[in-house]
């Protein structure tokens, strides 16, 4: 069963494209602030919980299914933090990231999983299982979203005190 199409189907393309946006400025790579740095995972944590609310028939394997890709996500997320190259100006507040694709290709999958939902509201069937839709849009949130908090978390911690430069 798939709900008929409402404002809830536009936001949730309106916030997948809102992080499809906001990823493509970041793949780019270059200087930015630490917030804009977090705006596509908060944009795909958004989409993702709004076509979740969307399963109305769901059973205990969408559950588990939703799940798996949320914890599969996070963890290749986690993982890309961590591999990234990230350079830190705190004084000035200003992150450093080199120039990728990786989250573009999440961003643009979740975007897809959420023109899937609102075609299928408009049609009034489903084209895809919406459990489906909403675990895969889990593994893109849990990606973008664990990359986005491995970087903060670099960003904000103090440096170790074997690795601060000393003076000549």
């Known amino acids: 069963m798939i709900a008929t199409l409402s404002l809830a189907n536009g936001l949730t393309l309106l916030f997948a494209a809102l992080c499809l946006w906001t990823m493509a400025l970041q793949s780019r790579g270059g200087v930015t602030t630490l917030g804009r740095v977090a705006l596509p995972g908060g944009f795909a944590l958004l989409a993702t ?4 609310a969307g399963v109305f028939e769901t059973s205990i394997l969408f559950d588990i299914l939703w799940v798996v890709a949320f914890a599969s996500g996070s963890m290749i997320g986690r993982i890309r ?12 507040g200003l992150v450093s990231l080199p120039a ?6 999440a961003a643009l999958i979740l975007a897809a999983l959420s023109g899937i ?16 839709i909403a675990a895969a849009s889990a593994l893109c949130a849990g990606f973008l979203g664990y990359r986005v908090l491995v970087i903060a978390l670099r960003v904000v911690r103090p440096t170790p005190p074997n690795n601060v430069s000393r003076t000549a």
């Open 100 to 105: 990728t694709v990786d989250g573009l290709v």
């Open 81 to 92: 933090g961590w591999t990234l190259s990230v350079q830190t100006n705190r004084e000035a």
């Open 117 to 132: 939902d609102f075609a299928s509201a408009m049609l009034g069937e489903a084209l895809i299982e919406p459990g489906y």
């Open 49 to 52: 919980l709004m076509l979740l």
